[in-house]
């Protein structure tokens, strides 16, 4: 008699994660640069535009704990 899911097979995600492990085998990580080192100037200005981005805005939740994001100020529309 069959069983629905047998324990020789797997499924596409098991195959998915045994398939990117070989891979991860051979190539090793993705990220491979250190953590700890100087901030160039360029990425101290693209940091400081995207926290005055976020600034903008405004995170709101409802009462069913969904959230959204709104703008700070309705007349700006400087990102939109």
């Known amino acids: 008699m069959g069983k629905g899911n ?3 097979k ?3 995600s098991q195959r998915f994660m045994r398939a990117t ?3 991860r ?3 090793g990580p993705a990220n491979r640069s250190s953590l700890v080192h100087d901030m160039t ?3 101290r200005r693209l940091l400081a535009q ?3 981005e976020t600034q903008q805005w405004e995170t709101v939740t409802r009462p069913d704990g969904s959230t ?3 703008p700070r100020n309705p007349e700006d529309k400087s990102l939109r």
């Open 25 to 27: 085998a051979i190539f």
């Open 41 to 43: 100037e360029e990425n």
């Open 21 to 23: 492990g070989r891979l």
């Open 6 to 8: 047998s324990e020789g």
């Open 50 to 52: 995207r926290e005055a």
């Open 10 to 12: 797997e499924n596409a």
């Open 68 to 70: 959204y994001v709104v």
